[in-house]
């Protein structure tokens, strides 16, 4: 199947300091990718549509302000949680859409700690 | 948002078959059922997908009802590796911009 590289694996910060999560899709084009965020013990959330060369669509209730998604080319989004607080603490995880559409790739995820 | 009811967890003997229940009865004609399972601090990984016929690939097989209003998937002989959280999604087409939106899933524990 489709490979989705995601990176860093984890990483700890301070509050109020910016954070970028890189998204990769490595031997295909993803003109779509979706960003989701997972607390412990729970489901995947998705947070946003990231669409190349346009702007992201969010879901309700998600901060477009605060996580910053940028599409710049088919193979990288970006995620960027800005000002992060300790309840930005949580494991966020990319995908992308592939095999025409019918199927969505996940990366390894990034653990993310606020202190 | 999440359309799909599992169970939230479910024990499988090793080497048995794993046949795990998710009930969609809102779903609609152009609607696709689609599996996924997330083992523990990964990214979830694509098992199978359908619209109508039951499908089957290396990984499983999925059975629709034919009122489509449930599905189950099957893992033929579990193994401890298929341990995980299973996933049951309903997705409203398969172009790019079609959303997955996942439910609570189900633990499927695989014990020796």
């Known amino acids: 199947g489709a490979v989705v590289s995601q990176h860093p694996s984890w990483v700890i910060c301070k509050s109020g300091t910016s954070v970028k999560i890189e998204c990769r899709s490595l031997?295909?084009?993803?003109?779509?990718m979706f960003w989701y965020r997972q607390f412990p013990k729970q489901s995947l959330m998705l947070m946003a549509t990231s669409n190349e060369g346009s702007k992201a669509t969010y879901e309700q209730g998600v901060e477009k302000d605060k996580f910053l998604i940028n599409h710049a080319s088919l193979t990288l989004s970006t995620l960027t949680v800005t000002s992060a607080h300790p309840e930005d603490s949580s494991f966020y995880i990319c995908?992308?859409?592939?095999?025409?559409?019918?199927?969505?790739?996940f990366g390894s995820g990034t653990q993310l700690s606020v202190l | 948002d999440a359309k799909t009811t599992q169970p939230p967890s479910m024990d499988c003997a090793e080497g048995r078959a794993a046949n795990l229940p998710c009930n969609h009865s809102?779903?609609?004609?152009?609607?696709?059922v689609y599996w996924y399972r997330q083992i523990h601090s990964q990214g979830p990984q694509y098992i199978i997908h359908g619209l109508k016929n039951n499908e089957t690939n290396e990984m499983a097989s999925l059975i629709i009802t034919e009122d489509r209003k449930s599905s189950t998937l099957i893992l033929p002989h579990a193994t401890l590796r298929d341990t995980a959280v299973y996933y049951c999604?309903?997705?409203?087409?398969?172009?790019?911009?079609?959303?997955?939106?996942f439910g609570s899933g189900t633990k499927l524990n695989v014990k020796p």
């Open positions: 995908s992308a859409t592939a095999d025409r559409g019918e199927k969505l790739f």
């Open positions: 809102t779903i609609s004609g152009n609607e696709y």
């Open positions: 999604i309903v997705r409203a087409g398969l172009y790019n911009f079609n959303k997955f939106y």
């Open positions: 031997d295909f084009q993803a003109t779509t």
